[in-house]
């Protein structure tokens, strides 16, 4: 008379029911669990030794898509500051053209060569940072126009139009007032 196999996990034996054999032992359908979530599982994956099952394995040991957050199983790619996508995911994240090739990561966003040269372009245009109005000739001092000399937080000038009030000569270096500080009456050490 044969044995009739036992269960690995319950060691009860398995008689006239459904069975799996895995992993070199005999199991009832529902004891054949998933060792993360416990449900009785078909397929599996091995970690440690232990079956998981297919969701469970995709959540803790794939990495996932930057883009949609779902886990790469098969192949990904990967930017240059090692963010992973699935290919059909790494596209621009202006246009949503697919990268074929050459791409760009511009503030932690992948761009193609063409929305990476607009933004070029745009931030040329705005890379000059607004510091106030000079005092002398009333115009916005902007950083891409060049040195701004700042008197004090509400006191700014153009490094053109810092000049002496007597030689009219530009003011490099050390000045003088010609009475208080509030008289705005800057002169060279020349004319002081």
Partial sequence: MTEKPTCKKCSKPIEGEASINALDADWHTSCFTCSVCEKPIQSYFLKDGKPICKDDYNQKFLEACTKCSKPISGSKLTDNVGKHYHPECFTCTTCNVKMDGQFFVRNNEI???????????????????????CFFCSKTCNTSDGPVIVINPNERYHKDCFKCVKCKTLIQGEFYTLSDIRSKDYVCMSCS
């Fill in 111 to 133: 761009k193609c060569a063409q929305c990476n040269e607009q933004l070029k372009v745009s931030e040329k245009k705005n890379s000059g940072k607004d510091l106030g109005i």
